[in-house]
């Protein structure tokens, strides 16, 4: 799996190199997020999905199983850079106040910075 993680300030971003976001490597990808988050003390996490075309129930449960972390902690996650298919599953998931959705980089720096 393929993925980029750079640091601004108190907020993480974590930026996923793979065309799918599904079974094959959700497994992977949850243990990256239970590390942000318990190694690494993440509390405030932007997922970047600009180069994601595919997602699944899988990958929806790994990026569920960040926000659960980060949510315990007090924290936060936004999505950005979600393709129209991603985010339309999303939205039939019922998932859009629980796996929030930004415009840009900058709207999601900016909402976590407003949480306390």
Same mark, same amino acid.
């Given at each position: 799996?393929?993925?980029?993680? %750079?640091?601004? !300030?108190?907020?993480? *971003?974590? +930026?996923? &190199?793979?065309? +799918?976001? !599904?079974?094959?490597? =959700?497994? $992977?990808? %949850?243990? /990256?997020?239970? *590390?942000?988050? @318990?190694?690494? &003390?993440?509390? +405030? $996490?932007?997922? !970047?999905?600009? !180069?994601?075309?595919?997602?699944?129930? =899988?990958?929806?449960?790994?990026?569920?199983?960040? #926000?659960? #972390?980060?949510? /315990? +902690?007090?924290?936060?996650?936004?999505?950005?850079?979600?393709?129209? %298919?991603?985010? &339309?599953?999303? %939205?039939? =998931?019922? $998932?859009? &106040?629980?796996?929030?959705?930004?415009?840009? @980089? #900058?709207?999601?720096?900016? /909402?976590?910075?407003?949480?306390?």
């Amino acid at each position: 799996m393929n993925f980029e993680v %750079k640091h601004i !300030d108190e907020i993480t *971003i974590f +930026k996923l &190199n793979e065309r +799918k976001m !599904d079974s094959t490597i =959700s497994g $992977l990808l %949850k243990g /990256e997020f239970t *590390i942000l988050s @318990q190694a690494e &003390n993440v509390r +405030k $996490l932007i997922v !970047d999905l600009s !180069d994601v075309e595919i997602c699944d129930s =899988s990958g929806l449960s790994a990026l569920l199983l960040a #926000q659960r #972390q980060l949510r /315990e +902690k007090g924290g936060a996650i936004r999505l950005i850079n979600v393709n129209e %298919k991603i985010h &339309n599953l999303i %939205k039939i =998931s019922f $998932l859009e &106040n629980v796996l929030p959705v930004c415009n840009s @980089q #900058q709207e999601a720096i900016e /909402e976590l910075e407003n949480l306390e």
